[in-house]
C-alpha cells in the first residue's frame, strides 16, 4: 500500500467526515447507520496516519465512489425515508395535473363560454385523475434518481400500487370529512377534506417509501463477492 | 496499465474475498491493518477496495465484528472469521487449489512442448 505524499485540499481527517457525511446523506443512508459507519472511517483514517499513510490509503483516489461503494456493500443506502424530498414531489405532481385541467376548465367554461357536456367532462376528470397519479410516480422517481438514491426506481414501483389505493381513500377521506357538516359550511370543510385528503396521499407515498426501503428478508448470503473489487 | 498487471489485477479481483478470510483466520485484524498485510504479502489492491469487501462479508455473515479500544483515537472494528466464513474459505481455498493445479498444468505442458520444438530446432 502506497502513501501519497501530495497533499490535496480537504485532506484533513475532519474534511472526509464532512465529505462522508454529504454522501451518504445524498444516497440516502439512515442518520444511525451514518453515525455508525462515521465513527468506522474515523478510526481507519486515525489507524493509518499512526502507521504514516493518509486517507487516500483508506479511501483511494476516488473517495466519493469508495464512500458510496461502501454505503452499497454494506446495504446501508437508500433505506432513509425521505419524505422531506419526496412528499413534495408527489404532491407537486399531483397539483401540476390537477391545476392543468383546472386551468383549461376555466379557459373554456369562463373565457370562452363553452358548456362542455358531462361524458367530456366525465372523461376530463377522469384523465387528470390518471394523469396526476403518473406525475407524482414519475417526480418522486426523479427526486430521488436526481439524488442518488439506489432504490429509486423500486420506491417508483411500489408508489405504482399504492398511488390509486391512496387517491380512493384520500377522495373517501374528503367525502367523510364534507359528510361531518352535512355538506354544508364550504369555508370549513372545503379546505378540511383538502387538508384529509393531503394527508391520506401523503400517507400511501410515505408507505411506499417504507415499503422500497425495507431490507429483503431471506436474502441469499453471497460467497463470490469479490467480482466487484475495484482494484 | 500493462497486460501484465493488469492480469494480476484480474486474478486478485477474483480471490481477494479468499485473501482477506485467509487473514483473519488466525486473530482479528482491522480494516487498514487488512491492507498493509496484504500488501506486504505482494498483494497491492487499490485504496478503498478493503471496505466494501469487508461489508460484502459481514453481510454474507462471514466475518463478525468486534470493538475494541486503540491506543491512540476511537476504537477499531475488528474483523473475525464466522463458522461459516471458515467453511467458505475452505471452499474456496480447494478451488483455488483446483483451478491453479489445472492452469499450471496446462502451461507447463505448453511451455516445454515449446522448449522441445526450440531443440529440435
Given at each position: 500500500m502506497t502513501s501519497s505524499v501530495e497533499h490535496r485540499p480537504g485532506d484533513s481527517r475532519f474534511d472526509v467526515l464532512d465529505q462522508a457525511e454529504r454522501i451518504w446523506r445524498q444516497v440516502g443512508v439512515r442518520?444511525?447507520?451514518?453515525?455508525?459507519?462515521?465513527?468506522?472511517?474515523?478510526?481507519?483514517?486515525?489507524?493509518?496516519?499512526?502507521?504514516?499513510g493518509d486517507v487516500d490509503d483508506v479511501l483511494g483516489g476516488d473517495r466519493a465512489a469508495t464512500l458510496r461503494e461502501w454505503a452499497d456493500a454494506s446495504d446501508t443506502s437508500g433505506r432513509a425515508l425521505r419524505l422531506p424530498l419526496i412528499l413534495p414531489a408527489a404532491l407537486a405532481g399531483v397539483l401540476v395535473a390537477f391545476g392543468t385541467v383546472l386551468l383549461l376548465?376555466?379557459?373554456?367554461?369562463?373565457?370562452?363560454?363553452?358548456?362542455?357536456?358531462?361524458?367530456?367532462?366525465?372523461t376530463l376528470y377522469g384523465t387528470s385523475a390518471v394523469i396526476a397519479l403518473v406525475l407524482a410516480d414519475v417526480a418522486v422517481w426523479l427526486v430521488?434518481?436526481?439524488?442518488?438514491?439506489?432504490?429509486?426506481?423500486?420506491?417508483?414501483?411500489?408508489?405504482?400500487?399504492?398511488?390509486?389505493?391512496?387517491?380512493?381513500?384520500?377522495?373517501?377521506?374528503?367525502?367523510?370529512?364534507?359528510?361531518l357538516?352535512?355538506?354544508?359550511?364550504?369555508?370549513?370543510?372545503?379546505?378540511?377534506?383538502?387538508?384529509?385528503?393531503?394527508?391520506?396521499?401523503?400517507?400511501?407515498?410515505?408507505?411506499?417509501?417504507?415499503?422500497?426501503?425495507?431490507?429483503?428478508a431471506g436474502?441469499?448470503?453471497s460467497v463470490n463477492i469479490s467480482g466487484q473489487i475495484p482494484m | 496499465m500493462s497486460p501484465g498487471v493488469e492480469r494480476r489485477s484480474l486474478i486478485l479481483r477474483g480471490v481477494l474475498d479468499l485473501c482477506v478470510l485467509s487473514l483473519l483466520q488466525d486473530r482479528p485484524v482491522y480494516g487498514y491493518e487488512i491492507s498493509q498485510r496484504l500488501?506486504?504479502?505482494?498483494?497491492?489492491?487499490?485504496?478503498?477496495?478493503?471496505?466494501?469487501l469487508l461489508a460484502r462479508l459481514e453481510k454474507g455473515g462471514l466475518v463478525s465484528i468486534?470493538?475494541?479500544?486503540?491506543?491512540?483515537?476511537?476504537?477499531?472494528?475488528?474483523?473475525?472469521?464466522?463458522?461459516?466464513?471458515?467453511?467458505?474459505?475452505?471452499?474456496?481455498?480447494?478451488?483455488?487449489?483446483?483451478?491453479?493445479?489445472a492452469i499450471s498444468g496446462l502451461l507447463e505442458t505448453n511451455a516445454s512442448i515449446q522448449a522441445q520444438e526450440a531443440l529440435h530446432d
Open positions: 442518520r444511525g447507520d451514518r453515525r455508525s459507519m462515521a465513527a468506522d472511517l474515523d478510526a481507519e483514517i486515525v489507524a493509518a496516519q499512526d502507521d504514516g376548465l376555466i379557459w373554456a367554461t369562463v373565457t370562452r363560454n363553452v358548456e362542455l357536456p358531462e361524458p367530456i367532462l366525465l430521488l434518481r436526481h439524488n442518488g438514491d439506489p432504490r429509486a426506481t423500486r420506491t417508483a414501483r411500489c408508489l405504482v400500487g399504492t398511488l390509486p389505493v391512496g387517491a380512493l381513500a384520500a377522495t373517501g377521506a374528503g367525502v367523510g370529512v364534507a359528510a357538516f352535512h355538506f354544508d359550511h364550504p369555508e370549513v370543510s372545503f379546505p378540511l377534506c383538502v387538508v384529509a385528503a393531503l394527508v391520506v396521499m401523503s400517507g400511501a407515498v410515505a408507505l411506499s417509501r417504507y415499503w422500497a426501503t425495507r431490507r429483503r436474502k441469499p448470503k | 500488501a506486504e504479502q505482494g498483494l497491492t489492491m487499490a485504496g478503498g477496495s478493503t471496505y466494501p468486534q470493538m475494541l479500544p486503540s491506543e491512540s483515537g476511537p476504537p477499531r472494528k475488528y474483523y473475525s472469521l464466522t463458522t461459516g466464513g471458515r467453511e467458505a474459505l475452505e471452499e474456496g481455498r480447494m478451488e483455488w487449489r483446483s483451478v491453479s493445479a
